[in-house]
């Protein structure tokens, strides 16, 4: 029934721009919180950045702030992340994942412990090279 389909990955030249996006359905897309999560090829997982669900608070792991902006757009039901100036490091799959709990607070501490997460998307590969 949930479903979380991302899209818009792609191969592109270091110093680039691409945006991403999550479908979601299912589920009442305005009640959650929600997180983009990336996997480089053989490394672990990494949170990358979340939004609360009326999409004004927001964070991000270090190595992407200021680069990165994470959105929503609750009538269409969808999540974005805009990514700029693209490194090879960013190289990676790209999950959005949904929060078990609804809440109206952006959760506390980082986004990676996993367990606080019930559905995830696919995946979509990011590229960054030359």
């Known amino acids: 029934q949930v479903q979380l389909v991302e899209s818009g990955g792609a191969l592109v030249q270091p110093g680039g721009s691409l945006t991403l996006s999550c479908a979601a359905s299912?589920?009442?897309?305005?009640?959650?919180?929600m997180s983009w999560v990336r996997q480089a090829h053989g490394k672990a997982l990494e949170w990358v950045s979340t939004i609360d669900r009326s999409g004004g608070s927001t964070k991000y792991t270090d190595s992407v702030k200021g680069r990165f902006t994470i959105s929503r757009d609750n009538a269409k039901n969808t999540l974005y992340l805009q990514m700029n100036s693209l490194r090879p490091e960013d190289t990676a799959v790209y999950f959005c994942?949904?929060?078990?709990?609804?809440?109206?607070?952006?959760?506390?501490?980082?986004?990676?412990?996993?367990?606080?997460?019930?559905?995830w998307g696919p995946g979509t590969q990011v590229t960054v090279s030359s």
């Open positions: 299912g589920f009442t897309f305005s009640d959650y919180a």
């Open positions: 994942a949904k929060y078990s709990s609804p809440s109206p607070f952006l959760p506390d501490g980082d986004g990676s412990s996993w367990p606080n997460y019930d559905y």
